[in-house]
């Protein structure tokens, strides 16, 4: 079945792909549209979508007891384990199929996963990796907001250097977090046998082909979606897709896919923006421009965000005539 855009849109209107209204999510957070896009393109394309969440924000913005905003069958898990959960569940279904024990053996089901920071690049890594290797069909989505914001805004892996958190403020002492953001897409994508793409909701066409493109791969998916924060971003609730396309047009956050060792920049920026336009729209970079190494520390991001960009062109270069597996 061909993705059939009109219908996307037409299921974004009426607000019924996955997570409903009455979620008590921030005003302008990024994450439940990463959570629509996706399940509205799998009900387009005729799936119905079962998901498992990790502990996270989301989870606790959308299921306060007894209420909840998901409309599909939904497993809650803690932060460590739910891609374990959903590679359970699909193994579950796989079987019952063999068996001739499913009431509707044409149904098409897609197994979602669903974690932030915390889920993903730190404490649940063990168990999406294993999940992964394993060759489960299922589909894992971290809406990347760099903290653990559900907790306050403490660092994890995924916190860019110098912004500001409660674990390593930026002060007059210290620059706060010193590390560069952990690269968990190409941590996934070294498990070879898995196809990996990076999405934004500020470019939706590229978000839905790519989910279609997971639905249809045989084997495992690993999207990572840029999910602004505003709370701790400190920006306006109305920014959160500016600040998303701020991200793409300076390389910070690139638009690509690696299916089977195949790299692809789905998105060609001519020429890149200074990354410290992205730094100078939110409010949690403001104590590092302050600092007097601000633009030391600046141009370390800008030497590293301008080095990866030019890895990826040279690794689809290199791997344009590469048969994919």
């Known amino acids: 079945m061909a993705l059939n855009i009109m219908q996307l849109a037409t299921m974004f209107a009426d607000k019924h792909p996955g997570i409903t209204s009455g979620h008590r999510l921030c005003p302008g957070c990024a994450a439940p549209n990463v959570a629509k896009f996706a399940l509205m393109t799998a009900e387009a394309l005729g799936y119905t979508p079962v998901v498992g969440f990790a502990t996270g924000c989301m989870e606790v913005s959308t299921t306060i007891y007894p209420y909840t905003a998901w409309n599909v069958p939904y497993i809650h898990n803690a932060f460590e384990n739910a891609a374990a959960t959903v590679s359970g569940v699909e193994t579950a279904y796989r079987a019952l199929l063999k068996k001739g024990r499913l009431v509707d053996p044409n149904k098409k089901y897609a197994f979602f996963a669903f974690g932030g920071d915390g889920g993903t690049y730190d404490i649940g890594l063990q168990s999406l990796s294993g999940a992964v290797e394993r060759g489960h069909k299922f589909i894992y989505i971290v809406y990347d907001n760099e903290g653990y914001m559900n907790t306050g ?169 590469k048969p994919i597996r």
């Open 153 to 321: 805004n403490q660092r994890s892996g995924a916190t860019p250097p110098g912004s500001q958190t409660t674990t390593q403020p930026v002060g007059k002492k210290l620059s706060g977090k010193i590390q560069l953001k952990k690269n968990i897409v190409e941590i996934m994508a070294a498990h070879e046998n898995v196809y990996v793409a990076t999405v934004s909701t500020s470019e939706p066409m590229d978000f839905f082909k790519k989910i279609e493109k997971a639905l249809n791969f045989d084997g495992p998916s690993f999207i990572a979606a840029m999910s602004p924060c505003v709370r701790f971003w400190r920006v306006n609730d109305d920014k959160a897709v500016e600040i998303s396309k701020l991200a793409v047009e300076t390389g910070y956050w690139p638009l690509y896919e690696v299916e089977r060792g195949v790299y692809r920049v789905t998105k060609k920026v001519k020429e890149l923006k200074p990354v410290r336009e992205f730094i100078e729209k939110q409010g949690r970079f403001r104590p590092l421009l302050k600092r007097p190494d601000a633009d030391e520390i600046i141009n370390e991001l800008q030497e590293y965000v301008t080095s990866r960009w030019e890895r990826l062109l040279a690794l689809e270069e290199a791997t344009k005539d």
